[in-house]
Structure formats: structure tokens, C-alpha cells
T-cell receptor, first 113, second 114 residues
Framework: EAQVTQNPRYLITVTGKKLTVTCSQN?????MSWYRQDPGLGLRQIYY???????DKGDVPEGYKVSRKEKRNFPLILESPSPNQTSLYFC????????????FGPGTRLTVL | AQKITQTQPGMFVQEKEAVTLDCTYD???????LFWYKQPSSGEMIFLIY??????QNATEGRYSLNFQKARKSANLVISASQLGDSAMYFC???????????FGQGTTLQVKP
């Protein structure tokens, strides 16, 4: 089944404790992206990747890191999480970085205490 | 700057009736893509339908159709024969060509009444 998977789905952590949210797709998509969704602010792009080893900042990259060593994986790293990073995070992928449909993972609900 | 506007924060529809969710957009690009996503209370983001700016026909996917009026810059979603499972938040989005970023509207909450 073609899909985007994220782990963990739910996470409660404390300020400053490094964490990684994994994202994997099995559709051989070139383009991958991370969004966060917050009430009143909608969905905002954090980082994106047009292909392996190519990543770039989105609208809200502060406090996040990403890497794209393999085509299928695009982990989101929070080196020192803070409470303002409490959010619902989505990973998405598409064939290419132009106008193709982006398919979303199931989301990760992160709470930073 | 590109922008998506959804002016209906919430809507009700009777089961089995049709409903239209409004979306207007603003862009100076000639080539762009418009999307609708559904977000049920469980939180996942489900792709529903896509319309390309050069597509001459309105997109349809089962009970979903997109009423695309390019001159008016509108891309309304029409759901026919509403079902209880259609109750969810619906987002209109536009794909930015340079970065591939999706720009989302604020969403419309749809409640289907039995």
C-alpha cells in the first residue's frame, strides 16, 4: 500500500530533550516536506526537500533540523525542544516539487512540557 | 503573494444533500495547482481532489467535484449526497511552484446532520 508513515504518532516530552520524528514514504517520491499545524495559524511549512541531499527552509524553520540521506526518509529533528514547538506535525511527499499532489502522513502530536 | 481564502468557518448540511464549500485564491502565476484536503477529527490530512490551472474541465472524484472559475479565481468544492462521515474540516490549498509549498486556507468545518 502506497503511504507516508510517521513515528511516533504521539509524544510528550520535556524542554531540552532532543527528539526525532521519523517520516518514510514508499512511493519513490522525490519531494518531501514537513508542516506544523497550530490553531489559528493553519498549516505552515517547516522544511522541504526536492531530492536526496537537497533540503531547504520553509516558513518556520527555527528550532528544527532535517536530513535527506535516502529518498524514502526525511526525519525531523528537534535538538532542544521548547513549549512553543507543541503542535501537530505532518510529513508529506509528492512525485516532484512542482504541482504534483502532496500526500500526507498521519500526523504526530507533540507536546513539550 | 499567494493567498487562499475560505470565508465559511462552519457549515451544516442535511444528510444526502449537496453542499458547496467556497475557496478563492490569489496568485500571479500562470501555472498553479489547487487542492482540497479533508481533516477528520482523528487528525489525518486526506487528499480529495486536484485542479490544474490549465485544466479545461472541472475535476471530479466520486462524490467530490471542483467548480473551477479561473476568471473569478475561485475553486469551490462540491460534495454531492452528503454522508455522516463527511463531517470534518476541509482545507483548500494552492501549490507554490518554486518551493512546492502548499499554501492553505483557514479551513471550513462541515457538519452533516442525520
Amino acid at each position: 500500500e502506497a503511504q507516508v508513515t510517521q513515528n511516533p504518532r504521539y509524544l510528550i516530552t520535556v524542554t531540552g530533550k532532543k527528539l526525532t520524528v521519523t517520516c518514510s514514504q514508499n512511493m519513490n517520491h522525490e519531494y518531501m516536506s514537513w508542516y506544523r499545524q497550530d490553531p489559528g495559524l493553519g498549516l505552515r511549512q517547516i522544511y522541504y526537500s526536492m531530492n536526496v541531499e537537497v533540503t531547504d527552509k520553509g516558513d518556520v524553520p527555527e528550532g528544527y533540523k532535517v536530513s535527506r540521506k535516502e529518498k524514502r526518509n526525511f526525519p525531523l529533528i528537534l535538538e532542544s525542544p521548547s513549549p512553543n514547538q507543541t503542535s501537530l506535525y505532518f510529513c508529506a511527499s509528492s512525485k516532484q516539487g512542482s504541482l504534483d499532489t502532496q500526500y500526507f502522513g498521519p500526523g504526530t502530536r507533540l507536546t513539550v512540557l | 503573494a499567494q493567498k487562499i481564502t475560505q470565508t465559511q468557518p462552519g457549515m451544516f448540511v442535511q444528510e444526502k444533500e449537496a453542499v458547496t464549500l467556497d475557496c478563492t485564491y490569489d496568485t500571479s502565476d500562470q501555472s498553479y495547482g489547487l487542492f482540497w484536503y479533508k481533516q477528520p477529527s482523528s487528525g489525518e490530512m486526506i487528499f480529495l481532489i486536484y485542479q490544474g490551472s490549465y485544466d479545461e474541465q472541472n475535476a471530479t472524484e466520486g462524490r467530490y467535484s471542483l467548480n473551477f472559475q479561473k476568471a473569478r479565481k475561485s475553486a469551490n468544492l462540491v460534495i454531492s449526497a452528503s454522508q455522516l462521515g463527511d463531517s470534518a474540516m476541509y482545507f483548500c490549498a494552492m501549490r507554490e511552484g518554486n518551493t512546492g509549498k502548499l499554501i492553505f486556507g483557514q479551513g471550513t468545518t462541515l457538519q452533516v446532520k442525520p
